[in-house]
Structure formats: C-alpha cells, structure tokens
C-alpha cells in the first residue's frame, strides 16, 4: 500500500471533516510527508466544504466534473455520466465545478463550488456604458459575465472587434479584460472574415513591439546596406504580377548568351537582410506561417509597412534581394549558376492581364514597347522548361480556382473561375526552375536548410483509385513498362482527357496523393519530379522561404569556411521543429481559405433561396451526394433529401431508386435548387430538380454486369 493511499485512508476516518491543522498534525504523527496532503487537495479527493474544513470527498454527496455547455443544453460531465444542474448561469464552459446530486436516479444536481477556471480568450465588441467601456460578448456562453475595460486604453473604440483575456484565477461574474488582439471595427466589410480566422487561430494584429521594429526599419536602401553586394540596378529587371498586388516577392531578367543560351535572372526580395531571426517580426511569422488569403482579405505575414514597402520590390526604386542567376540551354539544363545578394532596381511593375495581351494577342500596352522582345524570349524559355518537366514525370492538374467577387459592404456578388494565363505559366516555370536550383546548391554541400517535400502515393491507394474509375466506365490498364511517376503523370492525362466529364475523376486522382510538407530530410517531390526542392521565391509570405534564405546566407554564402558540426547539428534540430510547425500551419491556411469560403458561399445563397443551378456529381457515398456548381461552390445532397427512396450500390459506386431504374452516379450533370442557406452555420441545402446529363460511362460498365436493371438489383435485395 503506497503512502498516499494511506494517507487518503487516515483522511476517511473524519466523517463530518476537520481542519487542515488536525489534518497536517495526523500525518506528522504518522510521519507522513506533508505533500501529500497538498497532492489530494489539488487532485480534489479532500475538498474544503467551509472555512477551514475540509473532508475526503466520498464522504459527502458531491462529484467533481466538468461544465459544458452546448448551443442548446448544458450539463456537467462526470466521467462517463453527465448532470443536469439547477444553477448553471454560474458557470463558464469548461469549468471544474463541485455539485450536490440531488437525485441519482434522474442525474440532477446543483453547484456548489466552482474550483478551477481557464483563463479565457473571449471575442466581443467593445461598448460604453455610463462612460465606461465594456466588452458585449459575441458568444452567448460569456454574457452572462461583466467584463469592463481600462478607460485609459487609447485603442479602444465604441464599434471595435476585440479579444479579451480573462484571469481564471480569479472565479467571478464581474472581470477587469486586459484586450490581447484588436480585430477591426464592427462596421468593417470584412469583419466576418477576420472574425472566423480569428478562431481558428489566425490574428491580424501586430504586437506593440513588433510594429516597434518596423518602424525601425529604413524605409530606402541605404549606402552601408549595399556594401559587399552586387549592382544590378542597370539591368532589365522587372515584376509580373497581378492587378491588385502590392507585395511584390519576386522580379525577372533574361538575357541571351553568345553561346545561344538563356541567362534567367530571378530576384527575389531580401527579407533576412531586414527581419532578424529571434525578433518580434519573426517570432510572429513563424507563429502565422503564411499570409492568409481569405477572400478579398489578406492577412499578412508581416505588417504592410514592411511587405508593401521596403520589403515589396517595388518599380523605380532600388531593393536589396538574393539573386538566383542560371545559364540554360536550348534543352532546359541549368548548366551553371550564381546565387548571391544584389541590389536591383525593378524598370516596370507589370501585370498578368497586359503580359498576356501581348504574349497572346501581341497587344502591346503603353509602357510594356522596350519589354516585348525580352517577354518573347521568356515565354520561349518557359515552354522549354514546361517540356522538361513533363518529360521528367511532373504531374499536370489543371484545377480551375475560385474567386469571390465581394461587393464594398463585403457581400459576395459572385463566384468567378480562374484561368492561369501564359504570363502565370511563365512566372510559375520561372519559380520552379530557380526553387530547385537554389535546393541542388544547398544539397551539393549538406547544408542544412527546409526542403518542400512530397512523398510517393501508396502503391493500395493507386489500385484502389483504377479501380474506381474502371468501375465508373473509364477503362484504364497499368502501364508494366512505365515507373511510378510516369505512370501516374499519364493517368493524370488520362482522365483529364475526359474533359468537362474529368471534374470527379481530378478530385478522386487528388486523393490518391498525400500530402506536401516541409522537413529538413531530403525525399524528393514526387509531385513536381524533382530529386531537390525548396521553397525560396515568396519570403513575404511564406515562412520557409525566410529559413532557405537564411541558410544560403549562413552556409551558401560562406562555403570556404569550416562549420561547428555541433552548430550545423543544432541548426538541423532547429529546422526541423521549424518545419514541423510550417506544415501544420500550411493546414490551418487551408481550412482556414475552405472555410470562409463556406461562409461567403452561404451568404451568397441565402439571397438565392429557390433558385436553380447546375452542378456535377463529384462523388456519391452511403450519406448522398457530393455535389458541385459550375461556379466551384461545393454542397451536400443527403441521401433522405432525395425525392424517392434510394440507396447506395458499393459495386456501381451509385445512388439507385428503390422505385424506379433511376440511378445518380459520379460525373451526372444535375439541375438543383437551394433549399435553406446559412452563413452563420455555413451550410446550403440542395434538392434535385432533374438529371440533365447522365453519365453513360458508368451506367454502361455497372449494367453490363447484370441483365437486370438498377431497380430490379437493388429490389431484390431489399425484399431479403
């Protein structure tokens, strides 16, 4: 028998309770240590029923457990049993709470004691009230606390968005918050997108020192930052980007060489140079990761005074930047390379839209007349390295994306698709080319630095995915003589060949892939066919860009000198936690973008209730269908919300009739209507008006298993 059961036996004995001095005198007497009175008060066993006294909880009516409280109930949970309690406006969600069960049979009780309280973090909007300022909190949980505000706080704002921290040491229903984040103000357009970032975990505000440190930070480049670096300000280096951007990561020369070859130049910004590791600023972007692009909403990485100014390589003026220059030859080799840091001064600030006029349709708009020749040879480049590329196994997807037009109150007006142009091909080819580059040189020498990594499908997951779309009517073979990531570029092909029909088989095929993500261990990207990888070109908004460009200063740029194995060890550990995070942060972006737009795609159907529209079949399960419209915006069809009885055929991978032969398969062109739409639950309810276009694929390939219909099929089997 161990000491604390013994002790917690001794404690028993005093039926009524007794106080902490009789109980410290009972273990002295019995030489027991002292802590481990203490240990059985913080784990709840002994409880203080009154002032100075205290008794082993199985000798009183009362249970320690946990207060939860849902939309429309609240309970406290005991292990695996839960109470309802008669006073629960005492209470804040996930409080540990002492209660009276008054009844065992029917669970009820009430609460006697609150014991502990998490500090909480609570959304609101800041009010005054008899000239002082309050918190009105967004959450019903918390209203039925009063939280006051320092008058003194010159950021606070009748109409502001805030998040307030609240000391859960102190147990009450009146709180002093100390305001953590300043969200925006209520009348913001997109305070409802700031909002949901907010919570899951994605701030918008800069620390006080943080934006200490920009502040700080010059504005031009100075004499003494250029020293040791090399001067391109003279030549033809300029930026394609799009209408709207102000951020600029990365600008492009291109010269031909004697030799016949292509000199590519790609610069990209310096933000190492500004933003020191272990500061406030990079504390902050490791935090975030990312910039947030949400909507028509950034959130940046780092404050726009910086992003947008002297971190941004804007035109007409010199920037500082780490310079990736490659010869390449006709076939698309790198066949030599410089990295280095440079000053360069951007000539034009071009855009996507004007590039592509002139590469598409020789539009030539004023200002872009000396570029043009230098844009042909890019593009010609491009096409080149596209090739190599593929010719290497790289995986071509094709998916269009979604843009939310919003309107100036930041209601969605419509959902627009994106086509990537030649100009984005260009730029993209360009980006490649030099993150892999810059990961071969790093490589060369075992540097330690944060590769961009994507691991090869399972081998189950790649049969499983043929043999769907053989089931589904799209008859594929395995090609014995092809490797892996040949086969599955052409498998790729191959199912987009099926063209506007390919939507479902795409998000299948993209299923069968796992994951990129960042790590200090080396496996290639299956993906993109390369054996080495990083991330270098959009430091402003991508966190692992800034530790590439560490490490090419730390390591790259010094290679004549000796390194600490200790320090270059070190630097992997270091790098690798950095990595860890930069992935689970690049999750969080992506839930966070699904998600708002979610929210933005209800809105947008709550003013459509009734309407139809078009959408395609992207997959069908036991639960319904997974629908989409030709605007991108996914929805849910449940199986019970069908107009007749069906049910799902695991064989046929379809919804069938238990009425009729109707069938709902993969790839079925559907005319639906909006049933219900709600941006505060981010849902929209469809129906099924009528099947426009079915898909004859799959219904050939499941009935010429059977002589029977669909109906038939599936009767029998329900009549067993």
């Known amino acids: 028998m161990d000491n604390l059961f013994k002790v917690e036996k001794l404690i028993k004995k005093y039926n009524e309770g007794t106080s902490i001095v009789d109980l410290q005198q009972e273990l002295l007497d019995n030489n027991y240590d002292m802590t481990l009175l203490n240990e059985l008060i913080d784990s709840y066993k002994v409880i203080e029923i009154a002032d100075d006294k205290y008794i082993h909880i199985e000798n009183t009516p009362y249970v320690v457990g946990k207060y939860v409280e849902k939309k429309y109930s609240s309970f406290v949970l005991v292990n695996n049993d839960s109470y309802n309690i008669s006073n629960s406006d005492v209470c804040i969600d996930n409080d540990l709470v002492l209660i009276n069960v008054t009844n065992k049979k029917s669970k009820t009780g009430e609460v006697i004691k609150i014991l502990k309280r998490e500090d909480l973090y609570i959304y609101g909007e800041v009010v005054m009230i008899k000239n002082n300022y309050f918190l009105d909190p967004e959450s019903s949980k918390y209203k039925k606390l009063t939280i006051s505000l320092d008058n003194n706080d010159n950021n606070l704002v009748v109409g502001s968005m805030v998040v307030v921290k609240i000391d859960g040491d102190v147990i009450s229903d009146s709180y002093v918050g100390d305001v953590v984040s300043y969200i925006g103000l209520s009348s913001d357009p997109n305070i409802d997108i700031l909002t949901e970032a907010w919570k899951l975990g994605v701030d918008n505000s800069f620390t006080d020192k943080a934006m200490e440190e920009v502040n700080n930070l010059p504005v031009m480049v100075r004499d003494i930052d250029k020293i040791g670096r090399c001067d391109l300000t003279d030549k033809q280096i300029f930026t394609i980007d799009g209408d709207d951007t102000k951020d600029i990561d990365d600008a492009i020369s291109l010269e031909i060489l004697p030799n016949g070859n292509y000199?590519?130049?790609?610069?990209i910004t310096d933000v190492t140079y500004y933003i020191k590791e272990g500061s406030e600023l990079d504390r902050l972007a490791l935090k975030k990761g990312t910039s947030y692009y949400l909507a028509d909403t950034v959130i940046p990485m780092y404050p726009k005074l910086f992003s947008n100014g002297i971190g941004s390589l804007n035109p007409n003026v010199e920037r500082l930047a780490l310079s990736c220059v490659m010869e390449i030859n006709r076939q698309g080799t790198v066949v030599n390379y410089n990295i280095f840091e440079s000053v360069i001064k951007s000539k034009i600030q071009m855009t996507y839209k004007k590039v592509n006029d002139i590469l598409d349709n020789n539009i030539v708009a004023a200002g872009y007349e000396n570029f043009v020749s230098t844009l042909k040879d890019m593009y010609k480049l491009s096409l080149i390295l596209n090739k190599k590329r593929i010719l290497h196994g790289a995986l071509e997807f094709g998916m269009p994306q979604q843009k939310i037009k919003l309107d100036e109150k930041g209601f969605p007006l419509?959902?627009?698709?994106?086509?990537?142009?030649?100009?984005e091909n260009l730029i993209e080819e360009f980006m490649l080319v030099a993150n892999?580059?810059?990961a071969q040189a790093l490589g060369e020498y075992d540097y330690p630095t944060m590769y961009r990594v994507h691991d090869v499908p399972a081998p189950e997951v790649v049969n499983y995915f043929i043999e769907l779309i053989n089931k589904l009517g799209i008859k594929y073979q395995r090609r014995e003589q092809l490797d892996l990531q040949h086969e599955m570029q052409y498998l790729s092909s191959f199912v987009n060949s099926y063209g506007s029909k390919s939507g479902p088989f795409q998000y299948a095929f993209l299923r069968v892939l796992r994951k990129a993500y960042y790590s200090t261990d080396n496996?290639?990207?299956?993906?993109?066919?390369?054996?080495?990888?990083?991330?270098?070109?959009?430091?402003?908004?991508?966190?692992?860009d800034d530790t590439v460009h560490r490490s090419i200063r730390k390591y790259l740029l010094n290679k004549d000198k000796n390194f600490d194995l200790e320090e270059v060890a070190k630097d992997y550990e270091i790098l690798e936690e950095k990595a860890h995070l930069c992935s689970i942060n690049e999750k969080k972006s992506d839930k966070c973008e699904l998600i708002i737009n979610a929210m933005k795609a209800a809105e947008y159907m709550e003013r459509h209730i009734g309407e139809h529209f078009i959408a395609r079949v992207l997959s069908v399960d036991n639960k319904g269908l997974s629908i989409q419209l030709?605007?991108?915006?996914?929805?849910?069809i449940k199986i019970n919300d069908l107009d007749v009885p069906y049910r799902f055929d695991q064989d046929s991978m379809s919804l069938q009739s238990l009425a009729s032969d109707e069938c709902f398969c993969y790839g079925d062109l559907i005319d639906v209507y909006v049933v219900d739409a709600s941006k505060k639950d981010k849902t929209i309810s469809f129906k099924v008006s009528s099947i426009i276009e079915k898909n004859t694929l799959a219904r050939k390939s499941f009935k010429s298993k059977s002589d029977k219909s669909c109906y038939n099929k599936v009767y029998r089997k329900e009549k067993k």
Not at 414 to 423: C, M, R, W
């Open 630 to 636: 030709q605007n991108l915006i996914d929805g849910r």
């Open 414 to 423: 419509d959902f627009e698709i994106l086509s990537q142009g030649t100009g």
């Open 523 to 544: 496996i290639g990207h299956f993906g993109l066919a390369y054996k080495d990888y990083v991330h270098f070109t959009s430091p402003i908004r991508r966190y692992p």
């Open 263 to 267: 000199q590519l130049g790609v610069h």
């Open 436 to 438: 892999q580059t810059v």
